[in-house]
């Protein structure tokens, strides 16, 4: 059956890597089947994977009309007898374990991203952490972060290693609308995974609390941050070396220093009335100032906890950053992530670890073919239709390279 002649991996090829042993596995370990007689688990992964990808525009109906394609079944291998009804679907993904799809991508992360290169592995230890958010009609939705204009937000706060997605944090209480409490629990939880303490968290400008930093390096997580200009700072000693070349290719090195940085500490008056007082925090920081050589008048701050990158280092580190930028803008523009299928939270969660996973997949197939990101989607899903009209000529006695002829 013929394919894209110049690709190195195929569908098939990454289908076959989807771990259904760990997913029987996981079915008789979290009890995801219990009291379910259609949907179960499995189902509802293969259900949601094939949906994302073969779909512009999902919601309750088209799972309904997929469940019901013979195509599907065929090529996840389903019971032609069995149908399932949008209401079955609304109330499954309302209730089912979403822990279930989590460890499925936290299994599935950890495949693909062993098979990375050493150079690779020292290359995405730089972690991007960033949110993005989709908003609901307040009406629609019960739970979310409140919005002035009558609509809710739902923020994911999602880890991203250059490559591969690597964690998500969904969010929708409102104490979450600012970055300052987001970013950080999402770096915390993904933290637990890197024991070796290797990642460096690349973060822009919405973390800025010198107590989270602090927390960050009492916990040795390594971090890069955008810090807002001019911020009030004790400098304890300049790095730069006499004669040293400030020359960092783009940009201009002006100050590389250790620093001390101030917090604000409440404090409550005789009528019970809370201020701030600034407070010098003890633990040492590295500020790093940069300037633009084409455009002077962009200056770049950099806060950081690492002492040995150098300061282009640190610059360019950040500029990677931007990487999580694109992967946000591939997943709403290709894989519809900005359309909240169900409104409830586990829903929700269920919906962006199934999307992060399909995504998984179609990144390693752009990464494995040299594509971009949209000829990747429209490529695999190509094949995708491919492999399931091959497969029912099979199934129906013919010989498929008659038709697809190589």
Not at 21 to 36: E, I, N, P, Q
Not at 141 to 148: M, P, R, T, V
Not at 280 to 303: D, G, S
Request: positive net charge.
């Amino acid at each position: 059956m013929a394919t894209f002649k110049d690709h190195k991996v195929s569908v098939n090829e990454l289908l076959g890597l989807i771990p259904e042993a760990f997913l029987s596995h996981l079915s008789t370990s979290t009890k995801v089947d219990y009291y379910s007689k259609v949907l179960h688990g499995k189902k509802v992964f293969y259900l949601l994977l094939y949906s994302i990808l073969d779909n512009e525009k999902l919601s309750q109906r088209t799972l309904e009309d997929t469940f019901n394609y013979s195509g599907f079944k065929t090529i996840f291998n389903l019971d032609e007898s069995e149908t399932v009804r949008r209401s079955s679907i609304s109330e499954r993904l309302s209730k089912i374990d979403s822990g279930y799809f989590k460890e499925i991508f936290e299994c599935m992360y950890n495949r693909f991203s062993e098979s990375y290169s050493q150079p690779e592995r020292d290359k995405h230890n730089l972690i991007r952490v960033d949110s993005t958010i989709v908003s609901e009609a307040a009406r629609k939705i019960k739970e979310g972060i409140d919005q002035k204009n009558g609509k809710k937000l739902i923020k994911y706060s999602v880890s991203f290693d250059g490559i591969l997605p690597a964690g998500v944090e969904v969010f929708n209480a409102q104490s979450y609308a600012s970055e300052e409490f987001a970013l950080p629990e999402a770096i915390l939880k993904q933290v637990v995974k890197d024991t070796e303490h290797r990642n460096i968290y690349i973060i822009d400008r919405g973390v800025q609390s010198t107590r989270t930093m602090k927390e960050f390096s009492e916990k040795k997580v390594k971090f890069v941050i955008r810090a807002k200009e001019n911020r009030k700072h004790e400098e304890i000693k300049s790095l730069i070396e006499t004669n040293q070349d400030l020359d960092l290719g783009d940009n201009l090195l002006i100050k590389d220093s250790i620093v001390k940085l101030y917090t604000g500490m409440p404090v409550k008056n005789k009528q019970g009335n809370v201020h701030y007082r600034q407070e010098k925090v003890e633990n040492y920081f590295r500020l790093v100032v940069v300037k633009n050589k084409k455009q002077p008048e962009k200056v770049f701050y950099f806060l950081t906890n690492d002492f040995k990158l150098t300061a282009k280092e640190v610059a360019d580190y950040y500029r990677r950053r931007w990487d999580i930028e694109v992967f946000f803008r591939f997943i709403k523009q290709e894989l519809n992530v900005s359309h909240l299928v169900s409104l409830c939270k586990n829903g929700i969660q269920v919906m962006i670890y199934m999307t992060l996973i399909v995504a998984m997949l179609v990144l390693i197939y752009k990464k494995a073919n040299n594509l971009g990101y949209k000829t990747a989607k429209r490529r695999f899903v190509l094949e995708l239709r491919e492999l399931i009209t091959g497969i029912m000529i099979v199934f129906s006695g013919g010989d498929p390279s008659k038709v697809f002829k190589t």
